[in-house]
């Protein structure tokens, strides 16, 4: 596997995608062949999208305030990872423990980090439909068969350090099903998969750094990957139920977010931990939460840029 970084002037509130990652390109003179797949840094994508807040028009709740108080964060940055989670755990000085999509990360996914000026760059709206888009867009552009994922970084339990997640992605399939297979001395595997857009994300991510970089993209050919066009992936989640951290974790805290919004996730929770508020399972176990009250206070219309994800 090959994996191209590639370096961007900065990307600013509203700029295409596109027509940057085609500018990124030329500079590395590179080209596009099928089956490569493009990484993506989440923030960039979010801020194509005009999708920033800017902390001087947010006001925090008293949820926030409490949060804040207690975990050692400016109460308006609680206030917008209060309203991007679907759930809030816990947390450590300076972090909170959130789940977001289907996936636990700190603080909802929202960034400070590379944000422009007194504002925070939150996780696109709906990343899945971000990827697809993007990868229809540069399939037309040029005429070539991709995946695409959209990367952001995590932390992982006992570990120092971040590693790259998958988000989004489009055009392949993102997990591997090594269950029924064989290994070297023959034992048949129970429990195996093998997440390859995490994978890829992982690579990407060590190439795009996490401060002063300039590489929102990252060019990878010769995944061990299956491309599907524009059928559906199939899920990078998996019920809390199954998992062997947050199934240990006690139920999240009684904070609930202001900002009325629509998330669509890969599965839905167990019904053990439904703590969701409008939970809709659908026919291919996708489900909807849609939280309840609305807040006009974090208006997403600060002109901002960003170095990289």
């Given at each position: 596997m090959?994996?191209?970084?590639?370096?961007?002037?900065?990307?600013?509130?509203?700029?295409?995608?596109?027509?940057?990652?085609?500018?990124?390109?030329?500079?590395?003179?590179?080209?596009?062949?099928?089956g490569?797949i493009?990484?993506?840094?989440?923030?960039?994508?979010?801020?194509?999208?005009?999708?920033?807040?800017?902390?001087?028009?947010?006001?925090?709740t008293?949820?926030?305030?409490?949060?804040?108080?207690?975990?050692?964060?400016?109460?308006?940055?609680?206030?917008?990872?209060?309203?991007?989670?679907?759930?809030?755990?816990?947390?450590?000085p300076?972090?909170?423990l959130?789940?977001?999509?289907?996936?636990?990360?700190?603080?909802?996914?929202?960034?400070?980090?590379?944000?422009?000026?007194?504002?925070?760059?939150?996780?696109?709206?709906?990343?899945?439909?971000?990827?697809?888009t993007?990868?229809?867009?540069?399939?037309?552009?040029?005429?070539?068969?991709?995946?695409?994922?959209?990367?952001?970084?995590?932390?992982?339990?006992?570990?120092?350090?971040?590693?790259g997640?998958?988000?989004a992605?489009s055009?392949?399939?993102p997990?591997?099903?090594?269950r029924?297979?064989?290994d070297?001395?023959?034992?048949?595997?129970?429990?195996?998969?093998?997440?390859?857009a995490?994978?890829?994300?992982?690579?990407a991510?060590?190439?795009?750094?996490?401060?002063?970089?300039?590489?929102?993209?990252?060019?990878?050919?010769?995944?061990?990957?299956?491309?599907?066009g524009g059928?559906?992936?199939?899920?990078?989640t998996?019920?809390?139920?199954?998992c062997?951290?947050?199934?240990?974790?006690?139920?999240?805290?009684?904070?609930?977010?202001?900002?009325?919004?629509?998330?669509?996730c890969?599965?839905?929770?167990?019904?053990g931990?439904?703590?969701l508020?409008?939970?809709?399972s659908?026919?291919?176990?996708?489900?909807?939460?849609q939280?309840?009250?609305?807040?006009?206070?974090?208006?997403?219309?600060?002109?901002?840029?960003?170095?990289n994800?």
């Open positions: 090959q994996l191209y970084p590639l370096k961007s002037r900065l990307i600013l509130f509203g700029d295409s995608i596109t027509k940057r990652l085609i500018e990124s390109l030329a500079a590395a003179r590179l080209g596009i062949k099928n490569d493009i990484a993506i840094a989440s923030k960039v994508v979010s801020l194509s999208e005009k999708n920033i807040v800017s902390l001087a028009k947010v006001k925090p008293t949820s926030a305030r409490r949060l804040a108080r207690r975990f050692g964060l400016p109460p308006e940055f609680a206030q917008v990872v209060l309203d991007e989670s679907d759930a809030v755990y816990s947390g450590v300076g972090v909170l959130t789940l977001k999509n289907g996936n636990a990360v700190a603080n909802s996914g929202v960034d400070r980090k590379n944000a422009p000026g007194e504002s925070v760059v939150p996780w696109p709206v709906n990343p899945q439909r971000s990827a697809a993007i990868r229809r867009t540069i399939t037309h552009k040029f005429g070539k068969k991709i995946g695409v994922v959209i990367v952001d970084s995590r932390v992982t339990p006992l570990r120092l350090g971040t590693i997640l998958a988000i992605c055009g392949f399939q997990v591997r099903d090594g029924g297979m064989r070297l001395y023959g034992r048949e595997v129970v429990m195996t998969l093998q997440s390859l995490d994978g890829i994300a992982g690579a991510h060590l190439l795009m750094g996490e401060t002063r970089e300039t590489i929102p993209f990252v060019l990878v050919r010769g995944a061990p990957i299956e491309l599907i059928k559906q992936a199939g899920s990078m998996l019920p809390i139920k199954d062997l951290y947050m199934s240990q974790i006690p139920n999240p805290l009684p904070e609930r977010p202001l900002l009325r919004r629509e998330v669509c890969a599965r839905p929770p167990s019904s931990n439904d703590f508020s409008g939970r809709v659908g026919r291919d176990d996708r489900f909807r939460v939280y309840r009250l609305g807040w006009a206070g974090a208006t997403r219309d600060f002109k901002g840029s960003s170095l994800g």
